[in-house]
């Protein structure tokens, strides 16, 4: 319970529905024990009456017995139908209530679980899987509902009728009260034991159908590298594996549940037998009539399902506890970029201009204690172009991503407009950069609305004149649907060149002061290259852009040219005096040339 003391703010934000909840419990069950007292009183009335008429010449001497029993069964009948009735609207009253409650804290969870993740940074991501984080906004939520709704609603429901019926029941009788509970509690061991059975294995089916998913999905996802290395029949055997063991457990827990129904079938059935025998007693002894017999009856049937929900309760509480504590292991992880500007009491423009430096920058990633980069300095005044060359490996894309802010820099400082990156509200300074990453990521979305995602109110004719601008447009107007049609998961119905020129245009269509391409026309022609590139040129006149890559462009003019090896800046400048400075960049200038990428058109790097 400690670890669901978390949910304590949801049930004062709702605590007039929980109020009226538990009324509406009280009242429901408190028809619900009157009705085998009617039933009780109806047929002692008619036991009496019978009596009486055989005493005084039979019932054929009596015309108006069978009118008179009739209207006294109806009269009861009416008022049981009547107690029926009250006790289920005041039901309907306390699931509206208690259960909705349950739907709306679950909502509210979902959502706040949803807005927690979109604050982390980019380290949570890498050290926990998608699966992971989906089973906890999911399936986790999910139990905890369950304990927000039925477990505490059939907990309110059993107290209820505990304290109701044993109370009527000992006011008949406490004797016969004693004998008739007495299998009772045997049936809650043992149905706490059966579920608690059921549930250590539904947990290992759970787990096994999520292993059996994801191979599945593995497959699915890598068809094309199955059916290219002909390995179909070992997937096949591998999933027919998987799908035995989870065969297996599956059988596990049936054999199981297979006692939860006949157990409790015998329990109850050997309550009745008690109840009727030792209340026959009494009967015998003029102690009880035989309408208190029938009332024990249906005390003890109404009493069965309560006691059976104890243990599907405690059950259900326990692995709304383990699904509280992953949530809140989670939702207690505090993300490592924070924004500061509220904070803060620098003052700076509404919009960057797009100046940037870095002073003596050193990064190592926070989970794998990899060093990226090494003693980095450099600066960039708004409106300059520079590009980063240099080896996988050597640090290039963190350098965006400490630009954008996805980490923070573990030595040294990040200027953007002479201000310390980290005092700038994060949110604005990420809306004025347009970062085209090396792993294009496009929605499950029309083109349109993946060319629209980061600015709002863009027009079609917008749209189109960015898509042109990233030499996409012919492609997107031969699909099926046009700007309207579906990408699918990723855009996997695109080719890769077509994502990232999506993407591109994506990035332009912000209007951002501050660009960073991140060899973003890895997967294009030279033909297409060469018009991204001319409107490159002049798109970038007016704004700041880092363009990394690993090949060098020509029909582009840079004020700043960087080599990155070993996590260091190795060469520094312009085209012409890296040339002559005759290291990395001058042998891969000389590479392209003599392999004839300025002949064939090739897009190259100058200064």
């Known amino acids: ?54 005493d005084h010449g039979g019932i054929g001497a009596h015309p108006e ?46 959502k706040e679980i949803f807005d927690h993740y979109t604050k982390l940074d980019l380290a949570f991501y890498k050290r926990n899987s998608t699966g992971d984080m989906m089973s906890r906004i999911s399936e986790d939520v999910s139990k905890v509902r369950m304990f927000l709704g039925p477990t505490i609603l059939y907990g309110l429901d059993l107290i209820f009728l505990f304290v109701m019926a044993i109370s009527a029941m000992l006011s008949v009788s406490v004797e016969l009260t004693m004998w008739s509970l007495l ?92 109840t009727v025998y030792v209340g026959g007693m009494q009967v015998v002894a003029g102690k009880l009539t035989a309408g208190h017999i029938a009332a024990f009856v249906i005390y003890i049937n109404m009493l069965t399902w309560p006691v059976t929900a104890i243990g599907w309760i405690a059950s259900l509480t326990q692995q709304a506890a383990a699904s ?26 509404a919009s960057i201009s797009g100046g940037v430096e870095f002073r003596n920058v050193s990064f190592v990633y926070p989970d794998t204690g990899i060093k990226a980069l090494e003693d980095v300095s450099f600066s960039l005044a708004p409106g300059q172009k520079m590009a980063i060359i240099g080896r996988t490996g050597s640090g290039k894309t963190t350098i965006a991503d400490l630009i954008v802010r996805m980490y923070d820099t573990t030595e040294g400082q990040i200027l953007i407009d002479g201000v310390d990156i980290r005092a700038h509200d994060l949110y604005r300074l990420r809306q004025q950069i347009g970062y085209v990453p090396q792993d294009v990521f496009l929605f499950s979305d029309t083109v349109f609305g993946n060319i629209a995602f980061g ?24 699909l099926s649907e046009g700007y309207d049609t579906l990408v699918g998961e990723r855009g996997v119905t695109l080719s890769g060149g077509q994502k990232q020129r999506i993407s591109i245009a994506r990035a332009f269509a912000k209007h ?86 300025t002949a064939n058109g090739s897009s190259q790097l100058g200064g």
């Not at 929980?18 to 429901?28: D, E, P, Q, T």
């Not at 139908?81 to 969870?109: N, P």
């Not at 960015?466 to 996409?472: D, R, T």
């Not at 700043?560 to 996590?567: P, Q, Y």
């Open 183 to 274: 299998p009772l509690p045997f049936l809650s061991l043992s149905i706490y034991w059966v579920s608690t059975v059921i549930n250590k294995r539904s947990e290992k089916i759970q787990q096994q159908l999520a292993t059996l998913t994801s191979t599945a999905q593995e497959v699915y996802s890598g068809i094309r590298v199955v059916k290219s290395y002909v390995q179909e029949q070992a997937m096949g055997r591998w999933f027919a594996d998987q799908s035995e063991e989870y065969r297996k457990k599956s059988l596990e827990l049936i054999r199981v549940d297979a006692f939860f129904f006949p157990l409790m079938s015998l329990l109850i059935g050997a309550s009745i037998i008690i």
């Open 324 to 349: 509280q504590k992953r949530i809140n292991e989670f939702l207690h992880t505090q993300p490592t970029i924070l924004n500061q500007h509220p904070a803060s009491s620098i003052q700076y423009p």
């Open 455 to 478: 600015r709002a109110g863009l027009t079609r004719e917008e749209a189109e004149f960015f898509a042109k601008s990233a030499a996409v447009h012919d492609d997107i107007t031969g």
């Open 65 to 110: 017995a069978f009118s008179e029993l009739g209207k006294q069964i109806a009269l009861f009948g009416a008022a049981v139908i009547g107690l029926a009735l009250a006790m289920g609207v005041f039901m309907f009253f306390m699931r509206q209530t208690i259960i909705v409650m349950s739907r709306l804290i679950e909502y509210d969870m979902r």
């Open 512 to 597: 951002p002061n501050l660009v960073l391409l991140d060899d973003c026309l890895s997967a294009v022609d030279t033909n297409t290259e060469s018009k991204i590139l001319g409107y490159l040129q002049n798109a970038l006149a007016d704004k700041t852009a880092i363009i990394i890559t690993h090949r060098i462009y020509s029909m582009l003019q840079f004020d700043k040219i960087i080599v990155l090896d070993e996590h260091r800046i190795v060469e520094e400048g312009t085209h012409d005096t890296l040339i002559a400075e005759g290291g990395y960049y001058a042998e891969m200038w000389e590479k392209q040339v003599s392999e004839g990428a």
């Open 1 to 54: 319970m400690i670890l669901l003391s978390y949910l304590k703010k949801f049930f004062w934000k709702y605590r007039r529905r929980f109020v009226l909840g538990i009324l509406f419990v009280g009242l429901a069950n408190w028809f619900r024990v009157w009705q085998p007292k009617v039933i009780g009183q109806a047929l002692d009335t008619v036991v009496e009456r019978v009596k009486f008429y055989q």
